[in-house]
């Protein structure tokens, strides 16, 4: 649009300036954009105006000479201005469009991105794969980064999706974590279309005094607390809530009921689907963001959930001193261990933008502020002197070597396996 009316104000200006006939007209064009833009056309109109001084409305008769002299003018004006100017222009205009989950970043960082770099951010939100996915695959999403999880960039790499990073331009990538970088790896051969930008597990959130009051001393490290039908059950007056995330939650499911999480098999994706539909009349919501402040507020008192999600709720409801005394739990049968990473849409339209973008996330402070906000675990080691102890050492944050080794991976679904998927996860929740 903007540059649009630049090439408008540029043709304004030649016109302006070589009207026909015995009558010829310096003007600024009110249309011209930018600062930069403004200065060189008082500079070269302060020129035009020594050699053709003006009289009352920026206009006066001259000869044909003088009008050469002013046509020839105006058109190095305007070829200087387009030299010269594109950049000034762009400089002021250049925006990134970039596509996030919900609740995953510290907004201040954004500010500060545009406050350094002058690209302005559009950032929109999302809280499930599949609407990502859905947006990506059916092209011209006009994102220039989005932040798919392992599993769904591979399969996005392989639909041709994304483009490969131009690493000359994220020279932050020095300051990856290798395991993590290696882990992504599997997903992303070579880290060529993608940096890890967060990392977490799925575990229970929960709020410490309703649940205790619903089951007593029922241990909250297994995934029994939430599985076990006739636990569900006393939870459901309280608040059960279902991440609404198909992959994740069959393969907790199918790892609870012994089978291997990362299968496709039929059979063992209802297997662990039936947990879900074994506990369904228990459950309140089947919800991926609003989940926060609903356990933050006390409207649920048990979900399935993202690691920071839980601790930023945990957050909310210490800062709203409500008397929410929440907690996040790693269940001791194991559980999903994902990765959400950075990647540019093969369509995007502000490519350097992009890895601006990409190259100032990657900073260290910049990395370790939105670690610290969010409560989510990322994959900069260099990040780590500057995120907050309560984070760092938190083991629902970063968990431990033990702990790590319970945590499971899974490959992405083909588009048979995910049609039986999407099949029994709308079953399970519309209870039918
Ligand atoms: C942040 C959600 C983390 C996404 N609200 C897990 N893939």
């Not at 006739?230 to 991440?243: D, M, P, T, Y």
């Not at 689907?273 to 369904?280: F, W």
């Not at 402070?365 to 990040?383: F, M, R, T």
């Not at 033990?402 to 996860?425: A, D």
Request: charged share 25%; net charge neutral.
């Amino acid at each position: 649009m903007s540059r649009l009316r630049f090439r408008l104000g540029t043709r304004a200006w030649v016109r302006a300036a070589s009207i026909s006939g015995n009558r010829c007209c310096i003007a600024h064009s009110p249309l011209w954009p930018g600062e930069f833009l403004s200065t060189l056309l008082k500079i070269i109109g302060k020129f035009a105006r020594t050699v053709l001084p003006r009289r009352g409305g920026g206009c006066r008769c001259c000869n044909r000479r003088e009008l050469m002299k002013a046509h020839l003018l105006s058109i190095a004006a305007a070829l200087a201005a387009t030299a010269f100017g594109v950049s000034g222009v762009s400089a002021q205009e250049r925006t990134v469009h970039v596509y996030n989950w919900s609740d995953y970043i510290d907004e201040s960082i954004l500010q500060d991105f545009t406050k350094e770099t002058g690209i302005k951010v559009v950032y929109d939100v999302f809280d499930s794969n599949d609407i990502l996915e859905t947006k990506l695959l059916a092209g011209g999403s006009g994102y220039d980064v989005v932040v798919p999880t392992a599993p769904f960039l591979a399969r996005q790499i392989q639909a041709g999706v994304f483009q490969k990073l131009d690493k000359s331009k994220i020279l932050n990538l020095s300051n990856l974590w290798p395991e993590i970088s290696a882990r992504l790896a599997k997903y992303d051969p070579g880290n060529e279309y993608a940096v890890n930008y967060m990392w977490g597990t799925t575990g229970i959130g929960y709020n410490v005094d309703k649940v205790k009051k619903a089951l007593g001393d029922t241990p909250l490290d297994s995934w029994d607390v939430l599985f076990k039908p006739e636990n569900a059950a006393k939870l459901k007056s309280c608040g059960v809530n279902i991440l609404d995330a198909s992959d994740e939650t069959f393969a907790i499911g199918m790892n609870y009921v012994g089978k291997d999480p990362d299968s496709k098999e039929t059979k063992d994706l209802e297997a662990g689907g039936k947990v879900y539909s074994d506990i369904r009349s228990s459950a309140k919501t089947f919800n991926s963001s609003s989940y926060i402040d609903d356990l933050a507020n006390g409207d649920i008192c048990i979900t399935i959930g993202w690691s920071g999600d839980i601790l930023q709720a945990k957050t909310r409801a210490e800062e709203a001193k409500n008397g929410v005394n929440i907690e996040f739990s790693i269940p001791k049968e194991g559980t999903y261990m994902w990765f959400d990473n950075l990647a540019i849409p093969a369509d995007a339209k502000n490519v350097a933008e992009a890895h601006e973008f990409i190259n100032y996330l990657m900073k260290p402070e910049v990395i370790a502020k939105a670690s610290n906000y969010v409560q989510y675990a990322n994959g900069n080691l260099s990040s780590q002197k500057f995120i907050d102890k309560e984070v760092l050492e938190n083991p629902a944050v970063y968990p431990t070597e033990e702990v790590t080794k319970k945590l499971f991976t899974i490959s992405p679904y083909g588009p048979k396996e995910q049609r039986v998927l999407n099949r029994l996860w709308t079953q399970i929740k519309t209870g039918k």
